[in-house]
């Protein structure tokens, strides 16, 4: 069994040159615009592996192609500029000025993103491998920072989070620091901090704070390597699950969780409160909630934070679990109602589409003569498979059938007749489309489950957002960010789907195979609860 606490002291550090520190001091206070502490310059290698894994979307295993098709790996210093966790340890290292900061080779990211499924063993080790040996040749280091995610899942490795830190740990000994820095959509339990010594989580959905988690994970490292932290550590896992479009931070019980987290960090020194709310589409044991807790050398302090946020927690499961939301025939008809009183422009958010090619909504909109729509985006790589052979240029007719093809969660295609507006490399993609139909209405073609969060990414070639009085987007809460909390949209509605699918909040109707839905509420009966 895990125990649920751990702790861990650090030893000695590496000493360097007394010109090396005298060189760095000078340049630190120059350019970074502070004096450096005393002491050593403690070098600290820096490693992206993070990936959202959905097991039960359909396409199969993700391999090591995926996660080149993008790009390349990351080499060196390209690592410290991948991602706002990242950016937010190195902008702290830098105003200290006595960390010399080592990108370790990392993979980037997965083609499709969090609708790609279970990764292989085999490219886990493959990418581990290039990881270790890339790490092992720029020892020794004097801390390590694990950009992660929380919900990778790899056939035959149940915890991989864990298992990274642990690989991790074998290579660099027992007292070098090890600090993770993760998504909210993580499944975790005592395992990381059994090989790691702390861990960052984001706080808000959207989010918003993953620089600031970045910068605190940089803090928190270097009081460790200074000797002036000593790590003791507590993990709890209230039996709950939920889907994650109940866990937007904006409304409670989310907002109230976060905020009694940042309340303890607030009223105990040295305290760190980090809540994991799950990720349930990924099949693997430590699925759900998940709460650690950092404090300096005070176990009984670490016990009690976790303690009283797992029974706060336990409190509100019915509400954090549970939601209502329109079907889209229902939904299209609030839009109507809502473009009628003004109220535009609406958003419907198809929460549950994790393939990225449901049409339900699409058809809804058709259906009842919705106009002024920018359906961004649909997924569907065979229709711009086929606009590619044919050398599509704007202007050109299109008569196709589009979505509807990853099975019966996603709705039958739906034959949408127009004109190419634009066809051609977009972001990430080699290609993308935008076709206009009907009356005003512009369809957005992306090869791969795109969610958008914000109006931006839409201001491209004939596409002008501002002029469109409806939106459907892929998304539960990302979108949150640029269309409902910067009061661009002035309706806003999440829209569900007219089954019990991947996706939905009916999480019983999935066939899970590893992780023990049956003991975690509301969807079974859990073995001991928080408090009881």
């Known amino acids: 069994m895990i125990p649920a606490t751990q702790s861990r002291s650090t030893g000695g550090r590496v000493t360097h040159s007394v010109l090396g520190v005298l060189f760095i001091a000078l340049v630190g206070s120059v350019f970074a615009g502070c004096s450096v502490d005393?002491?050593?310059?403690?070098?600290?290698?820096?490693?992206?592996?993070?990936?959202?894994?959905?097991?039960?979307?359909?396409?199969?295993?993700?391999?090591?192609?995926?996660?080149?098709r993008i790009r390349g790996l990351l080499l060196g210093d390209e690592v410290l500029e991948s991602s706002d966790y990242i950016e937010g340890f190195v902008k702290m290292a830098e105003e200290y000025g006595d960390m010399e900061l080592l990108g370790i080779t990392s993979p980037y990211e997965v083609f499709g993103g969090s609708s790609r499924s279970w990764n292989s063993e085999a490219s886990f080790d493959h990418f581990m491998g290039l990881i270790l040996d890339d790490l092992r040749a720029k020892m020794p280091v004097d801390g390590v920072h694990l950009a992660l995610h929380g919900a990778m899942a790899?056939?035959?490795?149940?915890?991989?989070?864990?298992?990274?830190?642990r690989r991790v740990r074998e290579l660099v000994g027992p007292d070098v620091p090890i600090v993770g820095t993760f998504d909210p959509h993580g499944n975790e339990?005592?395992?990381?901090?059994?090989?790691?010594?702390?861990?960052?989580?984001?706080?808000?959905?959207p989010h918003y704070d993953a620089f600031l988690q970045g910068e605190r994970a940089a803090r928190y490292m270097r009081e460790m390597m200074k000797g002036r932290y000593q790590p003791t550590t507590a993990s709890r896992k209230p039996p709950i699950i939920t889907a994650t479009v109940l866990q937007w931070t904006g409304a409670s019980p989310p907002m109230d969780i976060m905020e009694r987290a940042r309340r303890w960090e607030a009223r105990e020194p040295g305290a760190y409160v980090s809540v994991f709310f799950g990720y349930p589409w990924s099949d693997v044991p430590d699925v759900g909630t998940c709460v650690h807790v950092m404090t300096n050398d005070d176990q009984a302090l670490a016990d009690r934070i976790a303690d009283d946020m797992a029974e706060y927690i336990w409190r509100v499961r019915e509400e954090f679990a549970h939601g209502e939301f329109p079907m889209p025939e229902e939904a299209v008809r609030r839009a109507r109602r809502a473009i009628a009183a003004g109220a535009t422009p609406v958003v419907l958010a198809d929460y549950s589409d994790r393939p990225g090619d449901a049409t339900w909504i699409l058809r809804q909109l058709i259906d009842q003569g919705v106009n002024g729509v920018l359906y961004a985006a649909l997924r569907d790589e065979r229709a711009l498979e086929a606009?590619?052979?044919?050398?599509?240029?704007?202007?050109?007719?299109f008569d196709m059938e589009v979505g509807g093809f990853t099975g019966p969660q996603a709705g039958a295609p739906v034959r949408i007749t127009g004109t190419v507006r634009f066809f051609g490399p977009l972001e990430e993609y080699e290609h993308a489309a935008a076709i206009e139909y009907g009356d005003g209405n512009m369809l957005i073609l992306a090869p791969a489950y795109t969610q958008i969060t914000s109006p931006d990414p839409l201001r491209f070639g004939p596409v002008d957002p501002d002029a469109y009085d409806v939106f459907v987007l892929k998304s539960?809460?990302?979108?949150?960010?640029?269309?409902?909390?910067?009061?661009y949209a002035k309706t806003i509605l999440i829209v569900d789907a007219p089954g019990p699918w991947i996706g939905t909040t009916r999480l019983d109707a999935l066939d899970?195979?590893?992780a023990p839905i049956d003991r975690l509420y509301p969807f079974g009966t859990p073995e001991t609860v928080p408090g009881g």
């Not at 339990?189 to 959905?205: N, P, S």
């Not at 990302?478 to 910067?486: A, M, N, P, S």
Request: aromatic content about 14%; charged content about 30%; hydrophobic content about 35%.
């Open 38 to 68: 005393s002491g050593n310059i403690f070098r600290v290698a820096v490693i992206r592996y993070e990936h959202e894994t959905c097991t039960f979307c359909p396409g199969g295993d993700t391999e090591i192609e995926d996660w080149t």
């Open 154 to 165: 790899v056939r035959n490795v149940p915890r991989p989070e864990a298992e990274i830190a």
């Open 387 to 397: 606009l590619a052979e044919r050398n599509a240029q704007p202007g050109d007719p």
């Open 512 to 514: 899970y195979q590893f």
């Open 476 to 487: 539960r809460a990302h979108f949150r960010r640029g269309f409902d909390e910067t009061g």
């Open 189 to 205: 339990d005592g395992e990381f901090l059994r090989w790691a010594d702390g861990a960052f989580v984001v706080k808000r959905f």
